[in-house]
């Protein structure tokens, strides 16, 4: 049988690979209007704390990364830790969390491709669902090659979309003579509690900085570079958003009801400048996402290899293509997939997509955080290793996970928004049916998958 390309990634590649999964340049050029609107003037303050929050996460998933490697990553750290049922039903919250930020994204790239294309002047539009399309193909055609052509084409324009936007941030700051916002600093017009309402969606800027994890069969020496990468990233992007989202708050005057109604304001902010920075802007904007649904995509096929491989879904899965060394049907299901989504939902427009599926996603992301915090000492204390320090990580990753989760159901939301917790609750328990139905049809399996965890990645 066919495996995955062992050490053929370094450490470089497995940072783009959670760089270009997080997206950086979506927080500045959309996602910063949303915490805007909820925390003001201290909107730079929630992403501190944000990035404290999922630095924590990110030290107890690289203990469990340290000791294991494995293309299943969440799945296997899980298992090991709190036993296989937890674990696959953690990979089952995973692919779920991976593919709508695949959807998410591609809408996303969507967006910024059209009004990339009305900034040059084109009056006809590409229809949304020929783009849908394009995107996807495009993704299943990197994703399906060698997986050190995706790392390294992610980070890539990563690095060219983030040095456009902090091009712009600095030109905006040089307007106001490099000063230092008394506003943002006193949280004028802002408070404690409204800080604490938007760090919610604050953590969801992050989702996908863990996605580093995935690829451990395929990184030199993984026990050492997926661990830094998973905690470096979070470092990186939070610097990056706290930076940008101060900048851009005094840009707009520290009116933070226009920044709040602004649709792109990234491209209001350069608007009195030269049309050439408009454009600059859609570009990086639309090449952050469409590497971020690549990476995500990427996520997505190394996780659904893992549970093919432990036939928790079809063994099919778990195929290899025998020269470029990737999970390609596992790619081709979340290309598939991908599309079709996007395509049903074509309806509604692709800010609306960015939240639906967004909102959707992080539900997976956060239950599988909070998952691999608990596991984390957990797993540690079963060999002995444990300290007093991983139970206080894991503790506090636990607490701020599950903040998070409350956070994101209570108060209730408007609708649709009020209906995805149960939607998300529906296809959890499809996989705790499916669960119990492996376990009475091939309970041979899941005996499999508890002697190979307590076997193998010691």
Request: glycine share 8%.
């Amino acid at each position: 049988m066919s495996e995955l390309r062992k050490d053929s990634l370094s450490f470089v590649e497995a940072l783009g690979q959670s760089i270009a999964n997080v997206s950086p340049t979506l927080t500045p050029a959309v996602a910063v209007v949303v915490v805007v609107g909820m925390a003001g003037t201290a909107s730079w303050l929630v992403y501190v704390l944000a990035t404290i929050a999922l630095i924590v996460v990110g030290i107890n998933i690289g203990k469990l990364a340290g000791k294991i490697s494995a293309a299943g990553s969440f799945f296997i750290y899980v298992s090991r830790g709190l036993g296989p049922s937890w674990g696959l039903l953690s990979g089952w919250a995973m692919l779920a969390a991976y593919i709508f930020t695949a959807m998410a994204l591609t809408a996303a790239t969507s967006l910024f491709i059209d009004a990339l294309l009305t900034a040059l002047g084109f009056s006809a539009q590409v229809p949304r669902v020929a783009l849908y399309a394009i995107l996807s193909f495009l993704i299943w055609a990197f994703a399906t090659r060698d997986i050190r052509i995706s790392s390294r084409f992610g980070l890539s324009m990563e690095v060219i979309s983030v040095a456009i936007i902090s091009f712009v941030c600095v030109l905006t700051w040089a307007k106001h003579g490099f000063t230092i916002d008394n506003a943002q600093m006193t949280m004028k017009g802002s408070s404690w509690s409204a800080v604490g309402q938007a760090i919610v969606f604050g953590i969801f800027s992050y989702v996908g900085f863990e996605s580093a994890a995935t690829l451990g069969k395929e990184t030199r020496n993984p026990k050492v570079v997926i661990p830094r990468a998973i905690i470096l990233t979070p470092i990186l992007a939070g610097t990056f958003f706290i930076i940008t989202t101060f900048i851009i708050t005094q840009g707009f005057g520290d009116d933070t009801a226009k920044l709040a109604g602004s649709s792109s304001p990234m491209t209001d902010l350069v608007a009195g400048m030269s049309p050439i920075w408009a454009i600059l802007v859609y570009v990086g904007a639309a090449v952050s996402c469409f590497a971020c649904a690549l990476a995500s995509i990427n996520s997505f096929s190394r996780m659904l290899f893992s549970l093919g491989r432990y036939q928790f879904v079809h063994k099919s899965m778990g195929a290899v293509h025998h020269q470029h060394k990737t999970p390609h049907v596992a790619v081709t299901v979340g290309a598939i997939l991908n599309f079709l989504v996007c395509w049903a939902f074509s309806s509604h427009s692709e800010t609306d997509l960015l939240g639906f599926f967004g909102t959707i996603a992080s539900f997976g992301f956060i239950i599988v955080y909070m998952l691999c915090s608990i596991a984390a000492p957990v797993f540690l204390a079963k060999s002995g290793e444990a300290k007093s320090g991983d139970y206080i990580m894991g503790g506090l990753g636990t607490v701020f996970m599950a903040l998070s989760l409350v956070g994101s159901v209570y108060p209730v939301p408007a609708a649709p928004y009020n209906y995805f917790p149960y939607g998300f609750a529906a296809y959890m328990l499809v996989g705790v049916i499916w669960f119990f139905v492996l376990k009475a049809r091939m309970p041979q399996v899941l005996l499999g998958i508890e002697h190979d965890l307590e076997t193998v990645n010691s």
